[in-house]
């Protein structure tokens, strides 16, 4: 039996896995993890909680929320730091919206539950977008080096892959629509108010991705959006 | 990923460097550009750097300093000339800010013999390239800037054609609207054109759109 584990946050990106997965790959299981690390908001989990519905055998949301009270100096997990804006932090070194080696923490907990499920595959949201906002745990030298960790491993080889690490926004955005992701039901946003900010790097990329996919994103913004600007049509 | 900057005064450069410290306080790098004689001071040190120590001949007799703050890249976590910004080559200076992603890619297709590990490295190789296959200074730049997939704001001085250029492909970059760029936003400056070429004129000290790159960047940004 073919087994693999998907960490899904409830964002645009684990999300497009979550559908690709299910649509084009062959798992006759596929187990669900959603991590409450004492974030800023909830809402991205709620989404999580809607997306998996009829697609996972089985879903956990696993509480680590010792995170926040560790890693001080993310705006994610700190809510006295305020997020940061994508005007304000492209090309910065490491920005304080990056959580202390949070991918590495979440994939180790998806491997160990891997084996423990024996489970040969581990899938991981990073895409091309992270190394460029800063994320070097969503680079490609970090997944093949998480891997040769792995690899260490003498019984349960357990593979990580990441499908969307090479391709961008607007191709993620693709992959959604051909996979008929609900994108109503994600949330991108790191700051978590009622409508996205539109400004954070999160929205950044995410509006760029529907932008050049001439796609109306179904989120509600804070910002205004001019989408007949762009050409932008509702997703059917 | 670190920190760009530059302006055609001494006083306002010497602001702008204390304020892009923030952006990287691995290594700093200074070109100076005088247009007539095309004279040069370069300076590359680990750290940061007094600018009152430089030589009193610097201040006030160049009609463009240009800074670099550097922030380790995770390939240069020692400090070393060959390793750091501005890189170099030919006819080239140049510093950047950001990442190249492809950068084994472009390495491996265009240039096999280049090695250096910080991606940026390979920008003026490739300017050099395309300068000595017969395109202008400008045309060199947007070739190579039209096939990275990554971030980049950075300056480039040519020595052959004696001109200055600035590219924005993603990372910020602000200017005044005159002769002042930063990667931070200063008071009274606005973010540059995305994926845009832009040329500092020496003749009227001023900053002026070329051209547009044919790249997208990854970030939907609304100031």
Redesign the interface.
Same mark, same amino acid.
């Given at each position: 039996m073919k087994k693999c584990v998907i960490p899904i946050s409830g964002g645009l990106d684990s999300t497009v896995i979550l559908n690709h997965v299910h649509k084009n790959y062959d798992f006759d299981e596929i187990h669900a993890l959603s991590f409450d690390y004492g974030q800023r908001h909830k809402k991205e989990i709620n989404c999580a909680v809607d997306q998996v519905f009829g697609k996972v055998k089985s879903f956990k949301t696993v509480k680590i929320d010792f995170i926040s009270q560790l890693f001080s100096t993310s705006s994610i997990t700190n809510p006295d730091i305020d997020v940061a804006e994508t005007k304000d932090v492209l090309g910065d070194p490491q920005t304080v919206n990056y959580v202390p080696n949070r991918n590495t923490i979440f994939l180790s907990i998806c491997t160990g539950y891997a084996e423990s499920l024996g489970a040969d595959t581990v899938f991981h949201g990073s895409a091309l977008v992270d190394s460029e906002a800063g994320y070097w745990d969503g680079s490609k030298e970090f997944l093949t080096s998480i891997n040769k960790h792995n690899s260490l491993n003498r019984r349960d080889k357990i593979k990580i892959e990441a499908p969307l690490i090479e391709l961008s926004k607007k191709e993620i955005v693709k992959l959604g629509i051909d996979c008929g992701v609900d994108f109503t039901k994600t949330w991108t946003c790191y700051k978590g108010q009622d409508k996205a900010c539109g400004t954070c790097p999160a929205c950044s990329s995410r509006l760029q991705g529907f932008i050049l996919n001439k796609k109306i994103d179904p989120l509600e913004y804070s910002i205004n959006i001019d989408w007949n600007k762009f050409d932008c049509e509702p997703i059917i | 990923?670190?920190?760009i900057f530059g302006s055609n005064n001494f006083s306002k450069y010497t602001s702008l460097y204390e304020i892009n410290k923030q952006? $990287?306080t691995f290594a700093f790098g200074c070109l100076a550009v005088r247009e007539d004689d095309q004279d040069m001071y370069i300076v590359k040190r680990p750290g940061n750097i007094d600018l009152e120590h430089l030589p009193s001949h610097v201040e006030n007799n160049y009609d463009v300093y240009l800074g670099h703050t550097q922030?380790p890249t #995770?390939n240069a976590r020692e400090y070393d000339v060959q390793t750091s910004h501005p890189f170099e080559y030919k006819e080239w200076l140049v510093a950047h800010?950001? @990442?190249i992603?492809n950068y084994e890619k472009i390495v491996k297709q265009h240039v096999p013999k280049h090695k250096n590990p910080v991606d940026s490295s390979v920008l003026p190789v490739l300017f050099d390239k395309y300068q000595k296959s017969g395109m202008a200074a400008y045309e060199s730049i947007m070739e190579t800037m039209n096939q990275l !997939? $990554? /971030?980049a704001?950075i300056w480039a001085y040519n020595k052959l054609e004696n001109k200055l250029f600035l590219c924005r492909m $993603? #990372?910020?970059l602000h200017y005044d609207g005159e002769n002042t760029f930063s #990667? /931070? !936003?200063l008071p009274g400056t606005e /973010?540059m054109d995305d994926n845009t070429l832009y040329e500092f004129n020496f003749k009227n000290s001023k900053i002026t759109e070329i051209d547009k790159l044919s790249t997208? #960047? %990854? +970030? +939907?940004? @609304? %100031?």
């Open positions: - | 990923m670190c920190g952006r $990287g922030a #995770s800010n950001g @990442i992603n !997939k $990554g /971030l704001a $993603g #990372s910020t #990667s /931070l !936003k /973010l997208q #960047s %990854e +970030f +939907f940004i @609304i %100031e």
